[in-house]
């Protein structure tokens, strides 16, 4: 039979463990992802680019790439830390200026997905998660 001494113990004991326990993060993909499903975007296979473009980095997960007049939002497999290093490059394996998902890399992460969006939703993509 436990004691009670024990038992109150052993309850202490797991509040204080429960207590240190890295807190939760919330995945920062989630309003990416509902902003996908909201705005029904549909991926597209193929992006094009001219000359010169600039992304700004979302998640490790996501990107906007801009072209000139043309917005991508651009998906990775799996996430990319290496979006920190400068410069970014494209590693386009079958076209020059296109980028295809499934196919090609940027920086060598493997692009899930590209979906076309308008000037109004990339601004409203870099501003999901930042505070009033």
């Known amino acids: 039979m436990i004691r009670r001494d024990n038992f109150l113990l052993a309850v202490l004991s797991v509040t204080l463990l429960h207590g240190c326990a890295p807190p939760q993060v919330a995945d ?3 309003p990416i992802d509902d902003f996908i499903v909201v705005s029904e975007l549909e991926p ?7 000359y010169q473009y ?3 980095q979302l998640t490790e997960h996501y990107i906007v790439l801009v072209s000139r ?3 991508y939002l651009v998906e990775f497999r799996r996430r990319c830390r290496e979006l920190n290093m400068l410069p970014i490059e494209p590693d386009v394996r079958y076209e020059r200026n296109t980028l295809r998902a499934g196919a090609d890399t940027i920086r060598g992460c493997a692009i899930r997905r590209i979906f076309a969006i308008d000037k109004s939703q990339a601004e409203e993509l870099k501003s999901i998660g930042k505070g009033p």
């Open 69 to 71: 007049d043309d917005y």
């Open 28 to 30: 920062e993909n989630v």
């Open 44 to 50: 597209i296979k193929v992006a094009r680019f001219r």
């Open 54 to 56: 600039h992304y700004t």
